[in-house]
Structures are given as structure tokens and as C-alpha cells.
């Protein structure tokens, strides 16, 4: 039987129900390994042989069972790890702003933990991979990702810095959003990345049209306006609204992007960019905050205000976040995951209610449920539909086998009943004489006879 490697990929044409920027695949094992020793049995009639099969296919059922209750208890603390980190990034940095109000600073600084992907990948590797290789060695291995030649400084520029630039742009807008709108609103709207990417890649990929996932769309697009309309169209929301819908797009723009010119990688691989797309933050972007901070556009004072634990906390908050909406599939359902990043909408919107003036009005309530549906249906696979026939022909059939059972015991006593009594006759009985219908073949006709019951 052929098994092939995890591998990562951006998105598999929104297939992929997690709102990720690389999308991981686990091991690809056929359903049919787990029956498979069960039906390659010889058909014989002994006993013990039977026996065998059945308790080989309990045995089977038993751990497939295990397997996905393990992957489900996994999937649990999924959920509360990405909920929390999602959430807790969020609030910590609209909490930042308040001493620091650096937005671009803040991305710059964020980003740069991305170096860390890489070496956090190849502690595990040295943990869980039986053939351990040198950080050179598992470096080289994971450039052909990039192509034959590896990682040119032609590759780098093409392949690699944009998705640097739109990572950065992503995080700045949403950022700057923060600065102007409460967080339940921008958590809430960012979840239309997901109806965007399905945009994206049907007009970019080609991908399959879903009647379901263009009404999912739609409610995005209308959870928008109804957003923009709760707060009276004001210039400062309509801002923020706009930069957090800017920054969902980017966000989409870029896993499209990432399946149309790089399609998919390995763990190691997938680590290996990540970090790459830090590294280059870190050595070529560095410049920025420098200007803003001596143009006094993002102006801090001095290195002694600049609250270092509210910075390292976004960005540690932030690097857990993308470690496991990238690589949580490995051990868990990606729709369990992407529960998570749902989930911290109400989160944000619980803590919002008790640490700001918001108001919760019908209209902003009506919007956030909206976007909410609309990403949950997003998360239905392709097949769903199928799904739903075939679970209500298997509840027809067991209607059906149990409807003829009931009726074939009913009539059954009722015939027991009609036997008993027939066969009762009374002392007085007296024969009574009947007409009888024959069939002459010859003539063709119907001829009545009379006859005596004896």
C-alpha cells in the first residue's frame, strides 16, 4: 500500500477549511487499510477462519475508533490554543497602542519571530525523525522547495519577497484597524479572508463552483455593510472597516498566490519559508521604523518607554497562532481548528463588553452572526450535499426493513387467529348448496354449475 508524505500547501482551491497562510496535509492512508487484511480472507467455511475475520475486524474498528477520539480530544485543545492566541493577540495589541503607538513598528518587530519557524522544525525533526540529519544537511534538503538550483537570489526576489510584502501588509492592516475599531468588530470581519479566497481562487485556480459557498460570500459581503451601517457610517469606523477588509483581502490574495506559483511543500520545507520570509524582514525592511521614528510619524520617546513585555507577548502570541493553524492538522480535524479562529469572536466581543464603551446594538449583533455563518459554511466540504443524500437513503432503507417486519408479525398473528377459528365447526352445520364458475377452454365461454359442499 502507498503512502505519501505530509505535506503543507497554501490551499488546496479552499478546500482546505482552515483560515491559514500555508494549509498542512497529513498522511494520505486509504480508508480500506484498516478492513483490508479482513477482506483479502479466503472465503471458506470454517468456523474458526470466521472467527478470526470478526475479531480481527472488531479489532480494527476498535482502533480506527481510538484514533479519531484521540485526533478529537487533540482537536478540543486545539480549538481553546488557537481561540486563546487569536484572541489574546488581539487584545494585547489593541492594549499596546495605548503606551505604543507604533503599528508598523510592531508588525516589523512581530514578523521577525519568524525566524524562529525553522529552528523550532528542526527540534522536532531531531525528536521524532529516525534518520537525524545536520541543520546544513535538513537545510539543503528543504531548498528544493525553491527549485533544482535551491535558493538564488533570483528565486528569493521572485518567489519569496512578495509573499514577504503581503504578509507584512496583512499585519499592518489589521494593525491599524485595531487603532481605530474595537476588536470584536475587526475579529469578526477578518473572517471574511476565507469567503475572499474562495473568490480568488475560482476566478484565479479555476477552482469548483459551490452554489453554498457563493450565499457564504454574499452574507460576508453583507455583514460588511450592516457593519459599517451599526456605527452610523461614521468616517473614523468606515476607515477602520475598510483597512480590516483590506487586510482580509491581502491575507486571501496571498494564499492564492502561494497555490498558483509555489503550490505545495513539506513541514520542513513550509518552516524553512516562513523563516525566510522573517530573515528577510528583519535584514531588508529595518529601515522603516527607522525613518517613521525620526519623522516622527510613528514616534516612540526613548528604548527605556517602549513596554518590551506588551511587544514580546504580541509577537510569542502571534508566532504560536501561526504554528498551529499551520501545522495543527498534523494531529487534529483542520475544521476543529478553524472553530478556534470563530471562536474568538464572541471572546473578544465578552472581554470588549466588560474593558471598552461598546454598544451592542441589533444591527452590529445581526452583522457578527452573519460573517460567523458565512465562515462556518465555507468550512463544509465539497461533498456535503452527497453526504446528505446518502445519510437520508440510509435512514429511508431503515425505515423501509423496519416497517415489513412489523407488518409480516401483525398479519402473521392475525392468520394464526383466522386458522383457530376456521377450524371450529358447529355440531348444527348443514351444507349449503353454491354456484361455481368453470373455464370451458374448447368453447371459451363461462358455464355455471351447481354443486354440493360434502
Known amino acids: 500500500m502507498k503512502k505519501h508524505s505530509a505535506r503543507v500547501a497554501p490551499l488546496s482551491a479552499c478546500n482546505s477549511p482552515v483560515l491559514t497562510l500555508t494549509k498542512v496535509e497529513g498522511e494520505d492512508r486509504p480508508r480500506e487499510n484498516a478492513s483490508g487484511t479482513v477482506d483479502r480472507q479466503p472465503a471458506g467455511g470454517v468456523t474458526g477462519a470466521e472467527s478470526g475475520a470478526v475479531r480481527r475486524r ?3 474498528c476498535v482502533r480506527v475508533t481510538a484514533v479519531q477520539v484521540r485526533k478529537a480530544l487533540w482537536g478540543v485543545a486545539m480549538v481553546m490554543c488557537v481561540c486563546s492566541s487569536w484572541a489574546g493577540s488581539t487584545q494585547l495589541a489593541k492594549l499596546t497602542f495605548k503606551r505604543f503607538d507604533a503599528p508598523f513598528t510592531l508588525t516589523w518587530f512581530a514578523t521577525t519571530w519568524n525566524c524562529l519557524f525553522f529552528p523550532l522544525y528542526y ?5 521524532k525523525s529516525p534518520e537525524r540529519q545536520t541543520p546544513k544537511q535538513r537545510f539543503r534538503e528543504c531548498c528544493r522547495f525553491f527549485g533544482e538550483d535551491g535558493l538564488t537570489a533570483k528565486v528569493f526576489f521572485t518567489k519569496v519577497a512578495p509573499f514577504g510584502l503581503l504578509w507584512t501588509t496583512t499585519n499592518y492592516l489589521y494593525l491599524q484597524a485595531l487603532r481605530k475599531i474595537n476588536t470584536t468588530d475587526v475579529s469578526a470581519l477578518f473572517c471574511c479572508n476565507k469567503a475572499f ?12 463552483f459551490m452554489g453554498v459557498r457563493i450565499v457564504a460570500a454574499i452574507l460576508a459581503i453583507a455583514g ?3 457593519m459599517t451601517y451599526a456605527d452610523g457610517f461614521h468616517s473614523h469606523s468606515v476607515i477602520g472597516i475598510t483597512l480590516v477588509v483590506a487586510s482580509a483581502s491581502a491575507s486571501a490574495l496571498y494564499k492564492v498566490l502561494f497555490k498558483l506559483v509555489l503550490g505545495s511543500a513539506k513541514f520542513g520545507e513550509a518552516a524553512l519559508f516562513l523563516s525566510i520570509v522573517g530573515g528577510a ?3 531588508f525592511i529595518s529601515f522603516v521604523p527607522v525613518i517613521l521614528y525620526f519623522t516622527h510619524v510613528e514616534y516612540f520617546g526613548s528604548l527605556d518607554s517602549i ?3 506588551n511587544l514580546c507577548g504580541v509577537a510569542a502570541l502571534l508566532l504560536a497562532f501561526n504554528i498551529l493553524v499551520n501545522f495543527g492538522i498534523a494531529i487534529t480535524y483542520p475544521t476543529l481548528i478553524s472553530l478556534g479562529i470563530v471562536l474568538s469572536v464572541p471572546v473578544n466581543a465578552t472581554v470588549d463588553l466588560y474593558t471598552c464603551e461598546i454598544h451592542f446594538n441589533t444591527v452590529r449583533l445581526i452583522a457578527v452572526f452573519i460573517i460567523c455563518l458565512g465562515f462556518l459554511m465555507l468550512l463544509l466540504p465539497e461533498d456535503w450535499d452527497q453526504c446528505l443524500i446518502q445519510l437520508s437513503t440510509r435512514l429511508r432503507k431503515r425505515e423501509q426493513h ?12 392475525n392468520w394464526s387467529r383466522r386458522t383457530r377459528t376456521s377450524m371450529r365447526i358447529p355440531q348444527n352445520f348443514q351444507p349449503v348448496e353454491m354456484p361455481l364458475l368453470s373455464v370451458e377452454p374448447a368453447v371459451g365461454i363461462y358455464t355455471a354449475r351447481r354443486a354440493t359442499v360434502s
Open 58 to 60: 472488531l479489532h480494527c
Open 123 to 127: 527540534v522536532g525533526h531531531l525528536c
Open 197 to 208: 479566497v474562495f473568490l480568488l481562487s475560482w476566478i484565479v485556480l479555476r477552482d469548483r
Open 224 to 226: 460588511i455593510v450592516m
Open 281 to 283: 524582514n528583519f535584514v
Open 307 to 309: 513596554p518590551w513585555a
Open 402 to 413: 423496519a416497517e415489513p417486519a412489523e407488518a409480516g408479525a401483525g398479519s402473521g398473528l
